[in-house]
Antibody
Framework: QVQLVESGGGVVQPGRALRLSCAAS????????MHWVRQAPGKGLEWVTV????????HYADSVKGRFTISRDNSKNTLFLQMNSLRVEDTAIYYC?????????????????WGQGTLVTVSS | DIVMTQTPLSLSVTPGQPASISCKSS???????????LYWYLQKPGQPPQLLIY???NRFSGVPDRFSGSGSQTDFTLRVSRVEAEDVGVYYC?????????FGQGTRLEIK
């Protein structure tokens, strides 16, 4: 079955960088777009970014545009989120999630399977 | 951005009784392909969200048939026909017709 395992979270000072990873298994990784969604402590869900199945297309929330970069290594079935210039308000659990559409074109319909998440805490 | 508004924000339900959650979007979620991109998720305590319903009314794999979704354009409803103890958690609607995908505030369901 679909398995997504995030890693790389931790405590980091404001202005510093962190790189999250998401190891995927149980499905053909290179045919699915992938998302990152975050959840601040005690708050709701916030969509962050998505990348196409081949890595050639992406979209970002305005709150992270220019600071975060999504990428993937299809040879290693791994999704990444490079987070630069971190702010206190970036503190959250970061979930990677698979898009429900699996195909050869750039088309995103919404996340179906989610990982357990990794906690990022930005604090001085 | 499309704003998703859920009501109520919390509800307390006796086991075996029905529950209903409303979700309204600030724009139509009907896409040119004829599909409406409205999703429902449940986040149980201490767990990641899990997909319940996609494209308004389609139950995701393994979701019990006591969960159903309905609606069109901008007004949507999630119904639980007979609430069970395992249904507690926070329910979110989400639109995926436009970027950024946006979620409702969440509706917390508890058992009486």
């Amino acid at each position: 079955q679909v398995q997504l395992v995030e890693s790389g979270g931790g405590v980091v000072q404001p202005g510093r960088a962190l790189r999250l990873s998401c190891a995927a298994s149980g499905f053909t990784f290179n045919t699915y777009a992938m998302h990152w969604v975050r959840q601040a402590p005690g708050k709701g869900l916030e969509w962050v970014t998505v990348i196409s199945h081949d890595g050639n297309n992406n979209h970002y929330a305005d709150s992270v545009k220019g600071r975060f970069t999504i990428s993937r290594d299809n040879s290693k079935n791994t999704l990444f989120l490079q987070m630069n210039s971190l702010r206190v308000e970036d503190t959250a659990i970061y979930y990677c999630a698979r898009d429900r559409y699996g195909g050869s074109r750039w088309f995103v319909v919404g996340a179906d399977s989610w990982g357990q998440g990794t906690l990022v805490t930005v604090s001085s | 951005d499309i704003v998703m508004t859920q009501t109520p924000l919390s509800l307390s339900v006796t086991p075996g009784q029905p529950a209903s959650i409303s979700c309204k979007s600030s724009q139509s979620l009907l896409y040119s392909d004829g599909k409406t991109y409205l999703y429902w998720y449940l986040q149980k305590p201490g767990q990641p969200p899990q997909l319940l319903i996609y494209e308004v009314s389609n139950r995701f794999s393994g979701v019990p048939d006591r969960f159903s979704g309905s609606g069109s354009q901008t007004d949507f409803t999630l119904r639980v026909s007979r609430v069970e103890a395992e249904d507690v958690g926070v329910y979110y609607c989400m639109q995926s017709i436009h970027f950024p995908h946006t979620f409702g505030q969440g509706t917390r369901l508890e058992i009486k």
